[in-house]
């Protein structure tokens, strides 16, 4: 029977549902079938030209990222909610106000900018840590996202603690799941203390990926250290020091405030 025959039945899917081209009844080795993508996708019922096909294709493979950054969010929001809670007493209030007047404007400017990262760089007991909440409150404020919850506002990790976590997740064979979680942070996500201690070529390069994710997709992330630039290549190897120095980097001098007292 050719689709020329009036006799035959009209076929109520012969044409695409995307475009509405007729789709073309051919036989393949003794088959009939409509020549027509054999993609079923998302919504599996769709019959769909080969063009359409391709089309739905990279629809719904967007559909699938967005879900997945979604899922993300929902898994970890009460998680994540907590540590927002959890700003410690000391630094509740910490203000661009408390450094030199040049601090609030420069904090302002970088907020603004499309530069992803601040690198405070300096010795111990400098203000780097303080530097950062200040830094981070001054963004919820100008975001107006003070009160809401994580996520869109920021996150606080020491990178001590983000290696123990990676750590975990090696041992605990949910590999990958501190990486994810920090990597997808769209408010601010501070790293405070990096090259603090020496780290495994495997959290080496779990940091890597939550460092190059944030560069690429321009995340805002505040890094406290107290390695000297030239210190951060050899002990963090080239490919992360050179992503901190693409953007701003702050110098802390001075005094030690903890024993300075
Ligand atoms: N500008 C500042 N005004 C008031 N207190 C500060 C200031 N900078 C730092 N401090 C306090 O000094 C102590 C050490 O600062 P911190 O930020 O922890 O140093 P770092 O992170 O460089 O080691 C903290 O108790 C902090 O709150
Ligand atoms: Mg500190
Ligand atoms: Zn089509």
Redesign the pocket.
């Known amino acids: 029977m050719s689709m020329k025959d009036k006799t035959s039945p009209p076929d109520k899917q012969e044409s695409c549902d995307r475009c509405k081209v007729k789709l073309e009844v051919k036989e393949y080795i003794g088959v009939k079938m409509t020549v027509c993508s054999s993609y079923r996708g998302l919504k599996n019922a769709l019959r769909l030209c080969h063009p359409c096909g391709d089309i739905q294709r990279e629809e719904d493979n967007e559909r699938v990222r967005i879900w997945t950054i979604q899922q993300n969010k929902e898994r970890y929001a009460v998680r994540l909610a907590k540590e927002v809670e959890n700003i410690p007493r000391?630094?509740k209030s910490?203000s661009t106000g408390?450094?030199a007047d040049a601090f609030k404007p420069q904090s302002e400017k970088w907020i603004a900018s499309d530069e992803w990262a601040a690198t405070l760089a300096?010795p111990?007991?400098?203000?780097?840590?303080?530097?950062a909440f200040a830094m981070a409150l001054l963004y919820c404020e100008i975001e107006g996202k003070k009160d809401s919850p994580a996520y869109d506002t920021f996150v606080f990790i020491t990178v001590p603690e983000l290696l123990a976590e990676l750590r975990h997740d090696a041992v605990a064979d949910s590999a990958g799941e501190a990486t994810e979680k920090y990597k997808t942070i769209d408010g601010i996500l501070v790293m405070d203390d990096l090259g603090a201690e020496k780290s495994s070529e495997y959290a080496l390069s779990e940091l890597y990926r939550i460092i190059s994710y944030r560069e690429m997709h321009i995340l805002k992330t505040i890094i406290?250290t107290n390695l000297g630039v030239s210190e951060l290549s050899t002990k963090l190897h080239d490919r992360i020091a050179s992503r901190l120095t693409s953007g701003r980097i702050i110098n802390?001098k001075g005094k030690d405030?903890?024993t300075d007292k």
């Open positions: 000391r630094f910490a408390d450094f300096g111990p007991g400098t203000g780097k840590t303080h530097a406290t802390f405030r903890r």
